[in-house]
Each structure stands twice: as structure tokens, then as C-alpha cells.
């Protein structure tokens, strides 16, 4: 059986704003008068989280989950949602309220205007730190400049897709899973609303500095090899000022003969040596970042349409 929209929710530890979030997404849901399920995926809450999701599902037929042995990550609850979900349509939304579910109807209109992805762009973010707005800031605009495909900025994973998009995450089964990346990747036609981004609801927030850096490393090593060639550069830079460098040594040693013994040589084997390892390492790199695009196994393309 087909079901027209799908939602995923990841939770860890949002026992108090579950019960709220239900209700506005019923309330959205129900006014679009399509068939549906929300999928719960509990990502190794210590809360009551999950006892409020069992209740749920007791109550509504539509309320599905997914309860996880232990925190494995937002990213990771998402995919565990993905992998499940049966909607022409799927949502994905954080539980914490600070993705308006009111925005869903709007999102599902452009929908059906034939775009695949519809992502919701934050204009503002209120109720939240200097450092996550500035980290999140700079670091969507740097991962733009130095990744090939267009992976939007300022946008969480807060958007609707069609179950095409869905088959391609599907394929693509690499551990890191740096979602927005793999959306953008995926192609289609995509587009965003925009909105205000409220700060949370209650509790805390689950991603901590560590988890930050982890997906902003995520996302660097697998849409783009920039920090690679940036050591193959130093690497040429190094070698040609370890050139002239020795030009020097020499001109010490051989015409102006102000060289303490030892020392020329010393130095041209250190200059020497420091250029080639950095070229090497770099030849290395190269060989690891085609590795590691055959450790992805992406699908080599993703077909719109044929006529064969
Ligand atoms: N989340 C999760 N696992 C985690 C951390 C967060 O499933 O390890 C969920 C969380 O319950 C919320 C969403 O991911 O629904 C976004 O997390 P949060 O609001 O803490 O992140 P922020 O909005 O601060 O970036
Ligand atoms: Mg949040």
C-alpha cells in the first residue's frame, strides 16, 4: 500500500516538546487531507521519549517508530527513517519545534508545482548562541565554495522530497552520511521556502561542539577533495622555496664562503627532504581520495528519464 507523505522525526531526548509536535503535525497533516505516517526514530533517548512515542502510536495508527539501541546520531536516525518510510512525499523535521511544521503545506504545494526537493531556508535563527549562528554561518558558505555540487546554504535538513530522491539515498551507502550533501548530490529539480527559525521549544540542544565538528568534517571529506590539493599545493609551494632556498645555500657556500662547516649540506638535505615528503604525501592524498570515492560506491549517476 502507497502512502502519500511521509514525516521523520528524529528524537533524542525531546520528551518535552513529543507530545506538542504531534499535535501541530497532526493538525498540518490532517489539513491536507493526504494519507500519512510519522515516523518517530528515537536515537538512544534517556528521557521518557520513547514511552510518550509507544503512547502515541497506541492511540493513532499513523504514529510509527523506530527505537534505537543507543545514540547513534541525527544523521544516522534520519537514514533509519529513510530506509523505512513509504510516502510518495517524505518530510523530514526536527522534533524540537524550531522547524515550524505550519511550513509543510507550503512545502508540499511547491511540491506538486513538479519539484522533487523543497528545503526550507532559515532567514533568521532566534534563540540561539553567537557560535552556533557563526559557526553555521561561515561553515555552509565555506563548504559552498569548495564542494563541486550546490549544496544549499543556511538550511538544516528541514525539507520535503519525492520518493525518487528517497531511491537515490537509498543507493548511495556510505558511513558518513552528510544528508544535505546527498540531496543536493541526488539533482532533480530543487527550490526552498523560506522562514524565520524559532529557538527551541524546550530541552537542550543534542548536537554538542564535538557532534558540530563531527558533521562539518563529514561533510567536507565527502562532497570535496579542497584540503587535499591544499597539501599538494604546499607541497609545490614548499619544493620551489626550497629551490630558491638552496640557491642560497650554495651562494653562501661556495662565493661569499661565510658558511660554518656542515652546515650546506645539512641544509640542502633538509630542504630537499621537506618538498619531496610534502609531494609525496600529496601523490598519496590523490590515491586515498579516489579510494575513498570507491569506498562510497555512489551510483555513478542518477537517470531523469530515458527512452530505450
Ligand atoms: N537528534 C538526534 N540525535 C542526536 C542529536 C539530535 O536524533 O544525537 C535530533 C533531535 O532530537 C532533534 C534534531 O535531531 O529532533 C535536531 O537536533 P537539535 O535540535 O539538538 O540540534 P540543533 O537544532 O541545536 O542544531
Ligand atoms: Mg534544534
Known amino acids: ?28 497533516v490532517s489539513g491536507l487531507d493526504v494519507s500519512h505516517e510519522l515516523i518517530f526514530v528515537n536515537d538512544g533517548s534517556h528521557d521518557r521519549s520513547m514511552e510518550l512515542i509507544r503512547k502515541l502510536s497506541g492511540r493513532d495508527s499513523s504514529v510509527r517508530y523506530i527505537d534505537f539501541s543507543r545514540n547513534f546520531g541525527h544523521q544516522i536516525a534520519v537514514t533509519a527513517g529513510l530506509d523505512h518510510c513509504s510516502g510518495e512525499a517524505v518530510v523530514i523535521i526536527d522534533a524540537d519545534l524550531q522547524d515550524p511544521p505550519e511550513l509543510i503545506g507550503e512545502m508540499y504545494a511547491r ?29 555552509y558558505r565555506l563548504l559552498a565554495k569548495i564542494t563541486s555540487i550546490e549544496i544549499p546554504v543556511d538550511t538544516g535538513d528541514f525539507r520535503i522530497m519525492d520518493r525518487r ?3 537515490v539515498l537509498r543507493k548511495m551507502p556510505e558511513q558518513e552520511k552528510y544528508l544535505r550533501g546527498q540531496i543536493a548530490w541526488a539533482g ?20 554538542t561542539l564535538r557532534k558540530m565538528y563531527r558533521l562539518a568534517l563529514d561533510g567536507i571529506t565527502s562532497f570535496s577533495t579542497a584540503p587535499l590539493k591544499f597539501a599538494t599545493a604546499l607541497g609545490f609551494i614548499v619544493s620551489m622555496a626550497a629551490f630558491f632556498a638552496s640557491l642560497y645555500v650554495l651562494y653562501v657556500k661556495f662565493i661569499s664562503h661565510n658558511a660554518v662547516p656542515g652546515w650546506a649540506s645539512l641544509m640542502l638535505v633538509v630542504l630537499f627532504l621537506g618538498g619531496v615528503q610534502l609531494i609525496c604525501i600529496g601523490i598519496i592524498g590523490e590515491y586515498i581520495s579516489r579510494m575513498s570515492a570507491n569506498v562510497r560506491s555512489r551510483p555513478l549517476y542518477v537517470v531523469r528519464d530515458l527512452n530505450l
Open 165 to 167: 530522491i528517497v531511491e
Open 188 to 207: 532533480y529539480r530543487q527550490t526552498f521556502v523560506e522562514y524565520d527559525r524559532d529557538g527551541r521549544h524546550a530541552g537542550r540542544t543534542g548536537y
Open 111 to 139: 511540491m506538486q508545482e513538479g519539484y522533487q526537493v523543497v528545503y526550507a531556508r532559515r532567514r533568521q535563527r532566534r534563540g540561539e548562541g553567537v557560535l552556533k549562528r557563526w559557526t553555521a554561518r561561515y561553515f
Open 1 to 28: 500500500m502507497s502512502i502519500a507523505l511521509s514525516v521523520i522525526i528524529p528524537i533524542y531526548n525531546e520528551e518535552d516538546s513529543i507530545e506538542k509536535l504531534y499535535e501541530r503535525l497532526k493538525h498540518v
